[in-house]
């Protein structure tokens, strides 16, 4: 049985940084592409940030360029998505997700995803 299991998410304000982490199991981490995603209050689920299987690639949405880092540890079957120069128009509940293809991600098609963690920031 896969499982994602999201953390680190809170109330910081605007300028603040946060460190979420998403801990899988049921798969192997290293053949996967993973990703984030967040939904804020009202409004379509957006794609984050995502890298390859091999971590090598990422890619980010536009908005989070420069400020959010995406990273891995295989061997701990983590993910970790950095958040620096946090905006009020953050806030979300984010998503860790996993799919053998990065594109499935980026459009949202993947096939696997957790419970999320609400990122609050104020202003």
């Known amino acids: 049985q896969v499982q994602l299991v999201e953390s680190g998410g809170g109330l910081v304000q605007a300028g603040g940084s946060l460190r979420l982490s998403c801990v899988v199991s049921?798969?192997?981490?290293?053949?996967?592409?993973m990703g984030w995603f967040r939904q804020a209050p009202g409004k379509e689920r957006e794609f984050v940030a995502a890298n390859r299987w091999g971590g090598g690639s990422t890619y980010y949405t536009d908005s989070v360029k420069g400020r959010f880092a995406i990273s891995r540890d295989n061997g701990k079957n983590t993910v970790y998505l950095q958040m620096n120069s946090l905006k009020p128009k953050d806030t979300a509940v984010y998503y860790c997700a996993a799919d053998p293809q990065v594109t499935h991600l980026q459009t949202l098609g993947h096939d696997y995803w957790g419970q999320g963690t609400q990122v609050t920031v104020s202003s």
């Open positions: 049921g798969l192997t981490l290293s053949s996967y592409a």
